[in-house]
């Protein structure tokens, strides 16, 4: 594939676009190869590229601003910490003038700092402290998916936190002990062991949770063994009014149920909100039991209706 050349591209698993060929007979006498930096254009860090796998990364880490600034917004964004009004604009504004450089430093923010920012008003930056504030009352999934370690999900976050309960626990386990948790293999594993054995790492926590960052543990993933949801996997789609897609997800999961973005032959259930489309339509050409939104709430108050064997566990 060269600059300038059309493709044909198809939807990959659940949204993700993939480059199926190149049609040869529209390359442009224009088109050239492809170069990958050796070098970070922003921190001039060596760029590194696994053999087997297609991105290329610079090796600055968290010394690398750009890397910094993505991480800070990952750890802002609705499904991590879900700081309301904390765009990716001010949050670049703020790493420029080097007023923040860690998740615990948005703890330390002041209205009248913010106030002074672009596009700031002084009640702006009032919301702004107070939804600060009021993020400190997380989960410990969410936190977990928010410390953005790498190939960790909210899928994957969520099975750490069922099955070690605490933080300390993950942070106390070694690389053949997070392999135990489902649907983790051994590349992830090493993956969140060299994190949490980082002292950088563990200083960030440490910072966090000194500004008043917290959660409660939760129940090991044990105790739910008896739910009749547990091992079954459901996919939400549409539009749901009594809550959002991510309440609904959690509120699965927290029954011990799996999350898909995909329907196949394995989904125990769909869940159809309002302008449900295309996965409504594979659910029924496979003959998936599709709920509405009542349904789903029965199911979720009385444990619901069963639907054959639970799926066994992919392999990682």
Known sequence: ????????????????????????????????????????????SLV???????????????????????????FASRRALDIEGLGDKLIEQLVERGRVSSP??????TAPELAQLDRMGEKSAANLVAAIAK??????????????IRDVGEATALNLARHFGSLEALMRSDEHAIQQVPDVGPI??????????S?????????????GVKWPDIEKAAADAASPLAGRTFVVTGTLSSMSREQAQEAL??????????VSRKTSFVIAGNEAGSKLTKAQELGVPVLDEDEFLKLLNAGGPQAGPPAKPRAS
């Open 1 to 44: 594939m060269r600059v300038g050349d059309t493709v044909i591209v198809r939807r990959a698993g659940d949204v993700i676009p993939e480059v199926v060929s190149v049609v040869h007979d529209k390359r442009p006498p224009t088109a050239s190869e492809v170069v990958l930096p050796t070098h970070c254009p922003v921190c001039g």
């Open 48 to 74: 590194l590229r696994v053999a087997g796998e297609a991105a290329a990364r610079c090796t600055g880490g968290f010394t690398c601003r750009a890397q910094r600034q993505e991480s800070l917004k990952h």
């Open 104 to 109: 615990a430093d948005f703890y330390t923010l």
């Open 135 to 148: 993020s400190k009352h997380t989960t410990l999934p969410r936190f977990l998916y928010a410390l953005g």
């Open 188 to 197: 992830v594993a090493a993956h969140i062991a060299a994190f949490f054995g």
């Open 199 to 211: 002292e950088e790492h563990r200083s960030v926590i440490s910072a966090l949770r000194s500004k």
């Open 253 to 262: 999961t927290a029954r011990g149920a799996k999350v898909a973005g995909s």
